[in-house]
Structures are given as C-alpha cells and as structure tokens.
Nanobody, 117 residues
Framework: QVQLVESGGGLVQPGGSLRLSCAASGITFSMYAMGWYRQAPGKQRELVATIPSLGSPNIADSVKGRFTISRDNAKNTVSLQMNSLKPEDTAVYYC???????????WGQGTQVAVSS
C-alpha cells in the first residue's frame, strides 16, 4: 500500500521541542525527495523543509536554525526535529514525497503541532 504516515505531533510549551517522523511504504524511497509542509488555521499550506535523496536539505527561513530535516533511506523514514518552538509554529504538519523524475506526489494525513503555554 502506497502511503505516508506521520507521527510525533502534540502540544508543547514555547521554547520546547518535538520530533516528527514520517514512514513511507509502497514506494522506492530513494527516488523521492521528501519534505514537510504545514498549514495553520486560515492560512495556505507552506513549505517547512525538503531533503533530496542525495544532496543538501532546503529549510524555510522562518524555521532556519531551529528545525532540522533528516532522512533514513534504509528505513524509508524522514524526520523533522523542531527546537525552540514558537506559538506561530502551531499548524498541521504534512509529510510529502515527490518523485524526482515524474514529479508524482504523495501526502500524509497530517499531524497537529500546537505550541502554547
């Protein structure tokens, strides 16, 4: 079954940390660039970070220095380490896979991250 399954969201206080994980199945993982996007209430979905199968990750300016994306091609997983979280990081976070040749995309179901005291 082709799917992306996210985990690791939750409620955290400002300044705290969370680690999101996304497990891919049914795809040749190494052929896909992986990424995290987020959508806050009333706002458009925005890119957080992407990482190709080989090469350097791309991190949005809004989270640069606080968030780190990594992938494990042996385990078909991609992770997003989020540190120094701010209330404005509150959103539903979505895992994305995009085939590096065809552009075919997959999305996960999303995981809620809430940053509040």
């Amino acid at each position: 079954q082709v799917q992306l399954v996210e985990s690791g969201g939750g409620l955290v206080q400002p300044g705290g940390s969370l680690r999101l994980s996304c497990a891919a199945s049914g795809i040749t993982f190494s052929m896909y660039a992986m990424g995290w996007y987020r959508q806050a209430p009333g706002k458009q979905r925005e890119l957080v970070a992407t990482i190709p199968s080989l090469g350097s990750p791309n991190i949005a300016d809004s989270v640069k220095g606080r968030f780190t994306i990594s992938r494990d091609n042996a385990k078909n997983t991609v992770s997003l380490q989020m540190n120094s979280l701010k209330p404005e990081d509150t959103a539903v976070y979505y895992c994305n896979a995009r085939h590096r040749s065809s552009g075919y995309e997959l999305w996960g179901q999303g995981t809620q991250v809430a940053v509040s005291s």
